[in-house]
């Protein structure tokens, strides 16, 4: 087929999906308004440079629309809904596959009368709604999307990440804890409340290793914040790493924490259930999908620095643990292998472009 993706050029979700379709045969024609050379994809700017966000996108209507014509593509898919779904939808793609990535629909929806209508406009028009929550769909169908027409697939992780067992769980065992977070430093993630409890653990004599996979512009803040609460040396900001490296850290590590305040089904949190981490995660219905409470992991309140340090600490005590890294593991197998999803929409695809 002749596939024509409208997303974000930098973002690795882009890469993914690109190549993922591509090793399967098809004519991918990748359009974008930020082009990332490095990303190895051939890929066709749209809009013009202006320094506005929308104004940009909206620059790029008429190369949609001429791409349309002269590429001819068999559908059209488009990742985040307020840009490329709605720019899309104003070109008049058919048919049309809209994939929300979360805060699109959970938070931009919500800002003004303006988002929402863009968001219903694009939802209405799309002939199918790829989400991977549960959460989504709901607010896919309450933003316009016809019910028929929301696929609810989490995307999922690469079967490479299934790696063989780890070693047993170091319950008990000597040494520092190895904790691990691989979230944006935004304030969605809420990096700063996991400082804190950090530093409530350095209270109480408690050793650890912290590793911070993730950039973003609470960087300042984040430093500010390990100074001010002693934690430098159990502390290590890593930035942005490249994929090899950051599952070597998955396996090297014995728990992961993400604190969103927002979000969809988070592609780290599966991508540490699959190396079996022990996931201790916030209490919002996207993580609720994929944790329930000491069967799969723990989870915390929203922006409790307390009740997470009592997480960490605990978790690293509990008898159960191997049980619990093991049942995450094998619900992450079940259901969340990207291989699956990718031949499910290639399906759906087949049957739109028919």
Request: include cysteine; charge should be positive; charged fraction near 25%.
């Amino acid at each position: 087929m002749r596939l024509l993706l409208l997303a974000h050029g930098p973002s690795v979700h882009t890469r993914r999906w690109a190549r993922a379709l591509a090793a399967r045969g098809h004519e991918i024609r990748l359009l974008t308004a930020d082009p990332d050379p490095s990303s190895g994809l051939e890929a066709k700017t749209i809009g013009r440079a202006w320094p506005v966000a929308a104004l940009r996108y909206a620059s790029g209507l008429g190369a949609v629309r001429d791409e349309l014509r002269a590429f001819r593509p068999d559908a059209t898919l488009a990742h985040f809904v307020p840009n490329y779904g709605f720019l899309a939808a104003l070109a008049g793609a058919r048919p049309l596959v809209v994939v929300p990535w979360g805060s699109d629909l959970l938070v931009n929806a919500g800002r003004t009368l303006l988002h929402r209508a863009r968001v219903r406009y694009t939802l209405r028009r799309a002939d199918l709604v790829h989400v991977d929550a549960e959460v989504l769909a709901e607010a896919a169908v309450a933003l316009g999307a016809e019910p028929a027409r929301v696929w609810c697939r989490a995307w999922g992780v690469d079967d490479a990440a299934f790696a063989p067992p780890r070693p047993a769980a170091r319950a008990g065992a000597p040494g520092p804890l190895r904790v691990l977070w691989t979230r944006h430093l935004e304030p969605v993630y809420d990096p700063l409340t996991f400082i804190d409890a950090l530093g409530l653990l350095r209270k109480r004599g408690v050793p650890f290793q912290a590793l911070l996979a993730g950039e973003g512009s609470l960087r300042p803040d984040v430093e500010a914040r390990i100074a001010r609460e002693e934690v430098a040396s159990g502390v290590t900001l890593l930035g942005m790493v490249p994929a090899e490296r950051l599952r070597q850290l998955y396996h090297e590590g014995d728990l992961y924490v993400s604190l969103s305040r927002s979000d969809s089904t988070s592609q780290s949190l599966l991508e540490a259930m699959a190396a079996r981490l022990f996931p201790i995660v916030s209490d919002i219905p996207g993580n609720r999908e994929w944790i329930t409470h000491r069967r799969h992991g723990y989870l915390v309140p929203v922006g409790d620095a307390e009740a997470t340090a009592c997480a960490l600490l605990e978790a690293a005590r509990d008898p159960h643990a191997d049980e619990i890294r093991e049942r995450a593991f094998r619900d992450a197998v079940a259901r969340a292998r990207f291989s699956e999803t990718v031949s499910q929409l290639e399906a759906r695809l087949r049957a739109l472009a028919s």
